[in-house]
């Protein structure tokens, strides 16, 4: 489309990233991304190309390399900017935490610096639950109190956080927009674009899409002693297509908004759901057997957390529209999708 706004994304090749790449082509923006596939495969391109019909334009640079980044800002007039690029393993950052701090503020900084520069006001930030801590309360709502980090990577998504409110505070032009993301699952429904994990996975569906598909042996549930109805750990798990389309709407409210505009959102469903009700319907909709077993408590795991998704829809008209059951579907058919292509 030849007048279709440009949106850059960072880390646009990343799973939550090429879902919003998706939703805003079909959507009638114009994407490009940049990313150094550190951390993604470029066969996401095909996927992409295939359900839109549109190859995407990428720019193979890291976000940390300033000049680089400029060089596309002079490139293009965007319209706006939706900021994935980061790091984001937490037991990863306790290794290595320079590593996070480095790649997820540095990053940020030259995206803000750059945006001032040339002019591009609407701003989304990829933030995090991790930024709640381990709540007083399960439900959490955008002005429940943000506690101390519990990993470095949680430290730099307040830090990031921090970083774009004292902009504003500075009569920045921006107008931000943080989505706090809760758990994203699933997969494009075409099964054309999914989440590729690098190594064994760390996140709990991952995981148990690949020991039912054969390629780990047994899925281990972090504790059962936890205190919920089932004891195991409670979470909010959103399709990663809702929380792709929560991007689009984001971006269309910042673009009515006021200069100067600093906004928190919760990105969920509202609905808590366990590990042990995830392994259960797993089986029910991929009609698989799952091999799995009830291991000790994982360091750092919160017992229980969900969004109140209210905020959301009331400010930019956003709400989950997919199931757990589909989210499960949809990662069940990339993983077997992926299974037959190797
Ligand atoms: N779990 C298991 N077994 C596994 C993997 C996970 O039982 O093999 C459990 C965890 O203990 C937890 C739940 O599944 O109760 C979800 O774990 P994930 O690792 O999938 O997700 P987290 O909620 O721990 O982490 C996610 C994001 C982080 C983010 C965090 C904020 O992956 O980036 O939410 O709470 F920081």
């Keep these: 489309m030849e007048n279709a706004p440009n949106i850059l994304v960072t880390g646009g090749a990343g799973f939550i990233g090429s879902h919003t790449v998706v939703s805003l082509m079909q959507q009638g923006y114009n994407p490009v991304i940049v990313d150094d596939f550190r ?17 995407p334009i990428v720019h193979e640079v890291d976000v940390v390399n300033k000049e680089s980044m400029r060089s596309i800002f002079e490139q293009y007039t965007f319209e706006g900017i939706i900021h994935f690029a980061a790091y984001k393993a937490v037991g990863e950052s306790v290794q290595e935490p320079l590593k996070y701090y480095r790649n997820n503020l540095v990053s940020l900084m030259n995206c803000i610096e750059l945006c001032e520069e040339f002019g591009v006001k609407n701003f989304v930030f990829s933030s995090s639950c991790t930024v709640y801590g381990e ?8 002005t429940t109190p943000v506690k101390p980090a519990s990993s470095p990577y949680g430290q730099t998504k307040q830090i990031s956080e921090q970083m774009l409110k004292d ?55 972090f504790g059962d002693d936890y205190d919920t109805p089932d004891g195991s750990c409670i979470r909010d798990y959103i399709h990663v297509m809702d929380l792709a389309e929560a991007h689009i709407f984001g971006l269309r409210w910042l673009t009515h908004q006021d200069d100067n505009t600093y906004q928190i959102v919760n990105a969920g469903t509202g609905v808590g759901v366990s590990v042990l009700e995830i392994i259960h319907t797993f089986e029910k909709v991929s009609n ?26 009331d400010l930019l008209g956003w709400k989950t529209k997919r199931s757990l059951e589909e989210s499960l579907r949809d990662a069940w058919n990339w993983e077997q999708k992926l299974a037959n292509e190797e």
Aim: hydrophobic share 35%.
């Design 39 to 55: 951390n993604s495969e470029k066969r996401v391109l095909k996927g992409i190309e295939k359900i839109t019909g549109k190859r």
């Design 135 to 142: 709540p007083d309360g399960i439900v959490v709502k955008e």
């Design 167 to 221: 902009a504003i505070a500075s009569k920045s032009d921006l107008r931000v927009l943080c989505l706090r993301y809760f758990n994203p699952i699933g997969a494009h429904e075409s099964s054309s674009i999914g989440e590729l994990p690098l190594g064994i996975p760390s996140n709990l569906v991952p995981y148990v899409t690949q020991t039912a598909i054969g390629k780990l042996p047994q899925l281990t549930v």
């Design 288 to 313: 698989a057997k799952l091999n799995w077993t009830i291991g000790p408590r994982r360091e750092g795991d919160v017992s229980q957390i969900y969004a109140d998704p209210k905020l959301a829809e």
